[in-house]
Structures are given as C-alpha cells and as structure tokens.
C-alpha cells in the first residue's frame, strides 16, 4: 500500500527545501558580495 | 571424477550467470570503443563479470572480497562522500558566484527528480525505492548511490547504472527536447560576459554555501560539506597537496573501488527482474523532465527579466558536469557560431549539483 501521505509530504518539502536553499544562497552570495566591497573601500 | 567436477565453476553456471556475463561485456565494450563514461563502467563491467562466476564468493557476506569493499566503501557511506571531495577539488564555482541567478536554474532541474518519484510510485514501488529511483533525474552518479545505499539497497546496481549511463547519454538526450522547447531566435540569445570573481569570494563561497545548506538540510551534510571542503582545498591556495590528492590520487582510488563495488551488487538473481527495467524507463522519464523544466524554468525567468537568459543555459542544471554544460554550448554555437554559453551553463551545471544533493537529503531525512 502507497503511502500517498508521505509521497506528497517529501515532494512537498523536497521543492521548499531545494528553492529555499539555493534562494537563500543566492541572498547569502549578494550580502557577502556586498559586506565584500565596503569592506575593501575601508580598507582602501 | 563427478565430485571433483562439482567444485569446479563451470558445473554450476546458470543462464542467468551467462546473461550478465554479457551484460558486463557490453558495459566495459561500450567503455572501451564507445568511450562511455570509461572510469566507471571498465570497473562495474568487471565487477558484473566476476560476481557473476559460480561459487566464488566474492559477495558472501563478512568473507567475500567485493563484500568487504561494498559494505565498508558503500553501507558505510565512506566512498560517496569521498567522490564529492574530489568533485569539489576539481569545481570552479566561478561562473555562479559571477551569476547567482542560475542558482534558480539549478533547482529548477530537480523537477525531473519528483515526476520520476511518482512515476516510480505510481509502478508499484514503495516509498523509499521511488526515492532512490526519483534522485536519478538529478543525473548525478555519486548522489544516486548515496540516496539508493541509505534507502533500497536492492536497487544499487540498476539505479547506479542508470544514472551514469544517462550521464554518458547527454549529448544524445538532451538536444532534441532543447530544440523542441525553444525558438531559433531564443537558441540566438547572447549573454552578457560574466563578471570576474575575486579569489575572497570564491573561498568565502564554500564556507557560507556548507552552512546555509546544512543547516537546512542536515541530511544532506556528508555529501555537501565534502563537497566544500574539498573546494576550499582547491580555491584557499595553501594546501596545493591535498586538493591535487582529493582531485587525483583519492578520486581515482575510490573511483576504482565504487565502480567495483557497484558492479558487485548486480548478480543474476538481484538483477534480471522487470523492476530493472522499471528503473531503467523512470530514470530517463527523469532525465528528460529535469531537462525541460530547466530550460522552461529558464523562459519563465525570462518574462519577468530584463537582462535575457538563453533558455539553453538551462538545460545544464542537470547535474552532469561538465557535460550538459557542453551540450548547451553546442547548441548555442549551432544557432549562432559567435555565441558562447559554457561558462554561462557552468553556473546552472554546478548548481544542480547542490540541488541534487539537498533533494537527496531531504529524501533520506523523510523516507530514511
């Protein structure tokens, strides 16, 4: 017997948690991008 | 004399044996001529070949040689994790640090992943082997044996050759779904140069992507941080040894005993059943959604952007490095030879990596 409850609930979670990481890895690049530059225009 | 004949091999062979004798044949021939991911499929071949010669036993538990390297290398989960290192030595993050965009892209390949998980339930498979049947869309070889071991080791020998000689197959899979899915004039999109990217940023990279992802997939942690230690071997400068032994020495030695150890697994009678060819039908069924939906992902981005992607770009988020990177290279170049798209697709490639790797993580922590 399928357990349709879980097939739905790994699908579910499986796209939140590959959109939702690599998003926030995307956030994590722009503000260390970011923190980067001033960081080297202090230091300049 | 019948006696002494009975110790022999010979007296014992099945046809099931001969079957996979030529199986084994076929894989390290289509290796050897074809040049079909060679690495693998020379070991797996012979590891089909010397599994399959009555009484052996090679695969008797606790005293078989090839046991001793599956059940170490594989269910201890030691050689998976090892390949990223070496996988990670070798990526240059480069081109999606330079374009963090193409991140989407990645993500949006592991659609194919998901089809091919229902696809597989709807077959008749249990939950956990359409986990490990689904992470073949994700078209990343040592992903797949990491998901299949933790979950239906059953299936280890069908699904590990799926995926890699779906992977080998890219050149041949992928161009007639990215011409169907894209117009002439879309194929001609140029894409503006990629910035360069500072060595701070490319050793900051691995530190910030192993904690985001960890920390929210923390199944996914063996292969990921692996993954990134063996980047940050690569990009820090200072440890030149390691990264060229992770990238080298190591790779091919555990390259060797997974191919090997796969090729252990697929004995007469774990192998030629009808949910083989299930296996076999799903992971393309995976393969060519993942496909789509990168380059339809891609499109979708598109409606809503000002600077244009080139749907080709998306396709790469397969995983296959740096293969379906040079598919999309290719087909660019085909519609217009000025175009160069490989660094551009690197970027989706590389992602797809990471988005395999968190899907099968979330495979493992909700079926495992």
């Known amino acids: 017997m399928i357990d349709w409850g879980l097939a739905v609930k790994i699908c579910f979670f499986g796209l939140s948690a590959v959109f939702g990481s690599l998003a926030l890895l995307i956030g994590a690049i722009y503000a260390f991008e ?7 225009k202090r230091l300049n | ?3 002494m004949a009975l110790t022999t091999g010979v007296m014992h062979v099945t046809v099931g044996n001969v079957a996979m004798w030529l199986i084994g044949l076929f894989f390290i021939y289509l290796a050897i001529r074809k040049n079909y991911e060679p690495l693998l499929l020379i070991p797996i071949g012979f590891g089909i070949l010397i599994v399959n010669l009555p009484l052996t036993f090679l695969m008797e538990q606790g005293r078989g040689l090839l046991w001793r390297f599956y059940h170490y290398g594989l269910e201890w989960e030691i ?12 990526t240059d993050f480069g081109p999606m640090i330079a374009n963090p965009k193409t991140l989407i892209l990645g993500a949006g390949a592991q659609f194919g992943v998901y089809v091919a998980f229902f696809g597989a339930l709807i ?16 078209a990343d070889g040592p992903t797949t044996i990491y998901t299949t071991v933790r979950l239906s080791p059953h299936l280890l020998g069908a699904t590990a050759i799926a995926a ?12 007639p779904i990215m011409r169907f899915l894209t117009t002439e004039k879309e194929r001609k999109i140029v894409m503006k140069q990629l ?35 063996g980047n940050l071997f690569k990009e820090c400068g200072g440890v030149r040894r390691l990264s060229d032994a992770a990238a080298n020495e190591l790779m091919n030695i555990v390259t060797i005993l997974l191919g090997i150890s796969v090729g252990a697994t697929m004995s007469a009678e774990h192998f030629l059943k009808l949910q083989v060819i299930c296996v076999f039908v799903m992971g393309i069924v995976a393969f060519a959604f993942s496909t789509a939906a990168g380059i339809l992902l891609a499109k979708f981005m598109n409606l809503f952007s000002t600077e244009k992607i080139n749907p080709l770009i998306g396709s790469a988020g397969v995983s296959a490095v740096p293969m379906a990177a040079r598919v999309s290279q290719a087909m ?9 798209l490989l660094m551009h697709a690197m970027g989706p490639n590389v992602a797809g990596v990471i988005g395999t790797v968190v899907a099968a993580g979330v495979f493992i922590a909700l079926a495992g």
């Open chain 2, 332 to 340: 660019g170049s085909e519609a217009d030879p000025k175009n160069f």
């Open chain 2, 164 to 175: 890699y000689s779906y992977m080998s197959l890219v050149p041949i899979i992928q161009p």
């Open chain 2, 1 to 3: 004399m019948l006696d």
């Open chain 2, 123 to 138: 077959l008749g498979f249990n939950v956990r082997e359409a986990c490990s049947i689904g992470i073949i869309g994700g």
């Open chain 2, 195 to 229: 910035r360069p990217v500072s060595k701070r940023e490319k050793i900051l990279f691995p530190l910030v992507t192993v904690m985001v992802i960890c920390l929210i997939v923390p199944a996914s942690a063996p292969l990921m941080a692996m993954f990134m230690l």
């Open chain 2, 79 to 90: 050689i998976p994790p090892l390949i990223f290192l070496g996988l990670g030595a070798m």
């Open chain 1, 34 to 40: 970011k923190i980067l530059k001033i960081l080297e």
